[in-house]
């Protein structure tokens, strides 16, 4: 089982003059959920080398045992310094490809060329996509064989505007992962704010928030017979 794992490189957080990035849970919990399962993974980014940590996910609110095992894990923190460029990787090479959020993939992800032709591409050879928290919003430009937005018709979940509310980046962040779905004709549904929840519509699998890292991760390997 070969897993894609793709990355953000975005760190600033609009013009706040904060530091944004990649969520550390919606990274270490998937990993290890694929690694315990015996996955082969590979970490891509679009400008490659060691993507940027939101560094609000390592605070100590946030952090969780799989945050903690990651840390201390030379061998996956080697692997984080030294990410692949989204552009050299191809959909053959994989089983799966699963996208951690954060808030950097709405700045970056959400409109890399070579993050949609891979979404597209990974669809096209029936293949599975996992997205979790923000990284929903990465499918807002990602198109079926026919032209039209893939998550139209189809049930998927994301962050909530609710959520973003809380954590008061409603009028900070490039568009909202809720609207932007809803927009699109997605049949998007959620649960209670900060709780796991996961949808599945075929090839498609998309998780709420952080907490739904270890679940979407779980669906993935479940859907892929591991």
Same mark, same amino acid.
């Given at each position: 089982? @070969? ?8 760190? @600033? ?14 990274? !270490?919990?998937?990993?290890? %959920?694929?690694?315990?399962?015996? %996955? ?25 045992? &799989? ?8 061998? /996956?923190? /080697?692997?984080? !310094?030294?990410? *692949? ?5 191809? &959909? ?15 700045? $970056? ?11 597209? %591409? ?9 997205? *979790?928290?923000?990284?929903? =919003? ?8 026919? =032209? @039209?937005?893939? *998550?139209?018709?189809? @049930? *998927? ?8 509310? !809380?954590?008061?980046?409603? &009028? ?13 004709? =997605? ?13 599945? $519509? ?13 679940? !979407? ?10």
């Amino acid at each position: 089982m @070969k897993i894609l794992m793709v990355l953000t490189s975005h760190d @600033k957080l609009g013009d706040t003059g904060r530091q944004t990035g990649f969520w550390l849970e919606e990274l !270490a919990a998937p990993y290890y %959920a694929f690694k315990d399962a015996g %996955a082969e993974i590979t970490l891509a980014s679009p400008k490659g080398g060691n993507p940027p940590l939101d560094p609000k996910s390592n605070e100590p609110d946030f952090q969780t045992e &799989q945050t903690h095992r990651f840390e201390a894990d030379a061998e /996956a923190t /080697a692997h984080l !310094a030294s990410t *692949v460029r989204l552009d050299s990787v191809s &959909q053959a090479d994989y089983d799966a490809v699963f996208y951690p959020g954060g808030h950097g993939p709405l700045w $970056d992800l959400a409109e890399d060329k070579n993050s949609i032709a891979l979404i597209e %591409a990974f669809l096209a050879a029936n293949k599975h996509v996992a997205l *979790v928290c923000h990284a929903p =919003g990465v499918l807002r430009h990602v198109k079926t064989p026919e =032209g @039209k937005p893939l *998550v139209e018709g189809r @049930k *998927v979940t994301g962050f909530t505007n609710s959520e973003e509310d !809380a954590v008061g980046l409603t &009028q900070i962040v490039p568009f909202l992962v809720e609207d932007d779905l809803i927009a699109k004709g =997605g049949i998007y549904s959620k649960g209670a704010d900060w709780s796991s929840y996961v949808v599945t $519509d075929g090839l498609l699998i998309t998780g709420q928030n952080p907490t739904s890292s270890t679940e !979407a991760a779980e669906e993935l390997i479940k859907q892929l017979g591991a």
